[in-house]
Antibody, heavy 122, light 107 residues
């Protein structure tokens, strides 16, 4: 059974880098054309797509975060990771990792991790 | 970037009711519109993809339709477990974007 599990610090200081890892079990992160993505949700607000990665290392990012977001993959550990640099209070959110597959065009998020709350505060 | 707008922002209904949610894209997205259900403290769950395809194991009381810029999600007969927030998401172009959600509450 496919499971995704986010891990990382729950508290990050302003101006520092937020780093999270998503561990995948029940599926190979190197599966074909599947993408692995990060989505976040500030408390009480809507979902925001941050980016996707393919196991080859090809990435797709949301330009709204400019160049602050980096997503990487470690196929040997069946994990992928998220870094958000120069964080502010506006980056406080529940961060979800997800598995995305393409249905004809684009990518749809069919499996999600449980999410992890990251608070940015000094 | 494509903006997604959902209406209404909240909706009150009773068990057994038929309810419809609306999602509008700021430009045509063909059929590449997906619907998710989110319950408090939980991750979103995919219900419908590419406008009208029912995700595996999702009850058949859920259905979706639409093309271009206007889409709907319908629940034919509300069940107690359906009270949640519903989000639409376009997968037509990057950056993928979500609507602001419609919260379905018990009347």
């Amino acid at each position: 059974q496919l499971q995704l599990q986010e891990s990382g610090p729950g508290l990050v200081k302003p101006s520092e880098t937020l780093s999270l890892t998503c561990s995948v079990s029940g599926d190979s992160i190197s599966s074909g054309s599947i993408h692995w993505g990060w989505i976040r949700q500030p408390p009480g607000k809507e979902l925001e797509w941050l980016g996707n990665i393919h196991y080859s290392g090809r990435t797709y990012y949301n330009p709204s975060l400019k160049s602050r977001v980096t997503i990487s993959v470690d196929t040997s550990k069946n994990q992928f990771s998220l870094n958000v640099s120069s964080v502010t209070a506006a980056d406080t959110a529940v961060y979800y990792c997800a598995r995305a597959i393409s249905h004809f065009h684009g990518y749809v998020f069919g499996y999600w991790g449980q999410g992890t709350l990251v608070t940015v505060s000094s | 970037d494509i903006q997604m707008t959902q209406s209404p922002s909240s909706l009150s209904a009773s068990v057994g009711d038929r309810v419809t949610f609306t999602c509008r894209a700021s430009e045509s997205i063909n059929s590449y519109l997906n619907w998710y259900q989110q319950k408090p403290g939980k991750a979103p769950k995919l219900l419908i993809y590419v406008a009208s395809f029912l995700q595996s194991e999702v009850p058949s009381r859920f259905s979706g339709s639409g093309f271009g810029t206007d889409f709907t999600l319908t629940i034919s007969s509300l069940q107690p477990e359906d009270f949640a927030t519903y989000y639409c998401q376009q997968s037509y172009s990057v950056p993928y974007s979500f609507g602001q959600g419609t919260k379905l509450q018990i009347k």
